[in-house]
């Protein structure tokens, strides 16, 4: 690598907190036995994290929405599973301790069984913590056992920094996210760490900054070239042509902009969100026509 993680987010982060910047300079061995030793995997596990903290500016999840509208916006019906209504939203605004409770607490019984946090005030006390933003009773017992810290005793524990990479890189390696940073699959990574696409623009932008930082100089200048060639990539661009891309493809197995303006062109016709990302709305519709095409031949 070109640069180390902490040199790196210095300059792209410059608000970074102390205790994450301490971390990162003590990082070295964590990072080694977590096999984050290429460009590629640095910059998506730091896209990731700073992503997740604000620029490594927040250490614990911020509960204290004053606007009944924003809180709303976030946490209301049809939005997250905590489906608050206006009229909670305008109750439970400014009150960071209730609104954790009932959006991650026992006030929100799938969420609260899902995080562990079974105990009253679990949902402040177990709220987003960390590089990742561990949350819940039960990620903070389960990264604790792995990591040999009590997190779940001392949450606290998860922000300092002779601890706050651990959680993180742990996470991360449970995940297998190494594999997914060698093939540069960022939507991969998010979906794994976050459950959905949540900032999934952000993420990008982060990485954005941080891949030219890290690359290494014999290495093509852009990520997407440099990543290792992936098979459903490979029978994403057969599919493509099969199915008329023009200019057809190169089936290297790198998600490249050729590959993502045959995806968004695709996507224009089958009438779906132009976004060049070929999820599974986009694949099934793939897989759908091909067997048209296929079943007429």
């Excluded at 987003?128 to 792995?146: D, K, M």
């Excluded at 742990?170 to 459950?195: C, H, K, M, P």
């Excluded at 992936?230 to 891309?245: H, M």
Aim: aromatic share 8%; with cysteine; hydrophobic share 40%.
């Amino acid at each position: 690598m070109a640069l180390n993680a902490l040199d790196a987010v210095k300059r792209v982060a410059p608000r970074a907190a102390q205790n994450y910047l301490l971390a990162l300079r003590d990082g070295a061995a964590l990072f080694e036995r977590h096999g984050i030793s290429t460009g590629l995997r640095m910059a998506h596990f730091l896209a990731q994290a700073l992503h997740e903290t604000g620029g490594f500016t927040v250490l614990r999840e911020n509960m204290n929405y004053g606007l009944a509208s924003r809180l709303f916006e976030i946490f209301g019906v049809n939005r997250h599973s905590a489906a608050l209504t206006r009229d909670e939203a305008q109750r439970l605004a400014g009150h960071p301790e209730e609104i954790a409770e009932r959006v991650y607490g026992l006030g929100n019984a799938r969420k609260s069984r899902e995080l562990g946090n079974l105990q009253p005030g679990d949902g402040f006390k177990f709220r987003g913590n960390g590089v990742l933003q561990t949350t819940g009773r039960l990620h903070h017992r389960r990264l604790g056992n792995a990591c040999g810290v009590d997190f779940e005793s001392h949450p606290d524990l998860v922000t300092a920094p002779e601890h706050a990479l651990k959680p993180a890189l742990q996470e991360w390696s449970e995940g297998g996210l190494n594999a997914l940073a060698d093939r540069n699959d960022l939507r991969g990574i998010t979906r794994r760490i976050n459950g959905g696409f949540n900032g999934f623009e952000d993420r990008q932008l982060w990485f954005d900054k941080l891949w030219p930082l890290f690359k290494d100089p014999a290495a093509p200048s852009e990520a997407w070239a440099a990543a290792d060639a992936d098979e459903q990539v490979r029978q994403l661009q057969t599919a493509l042509n099969d199915l008329g891309a023009d200019p057809r493809l190169e089936v290297d197995g790198r998600y490249g902009p050729a590959t993502w303006r045959a995806v968004r062109e695709f996507q224009a016709v089958a009438g779906l969100d132009v976004d060049g990302i070929a999820g599974p709305l986009t694949r099934a519709q793939i897989e759908m026509r091909l067997a048209v095409t296929r079943g007429g031949q």
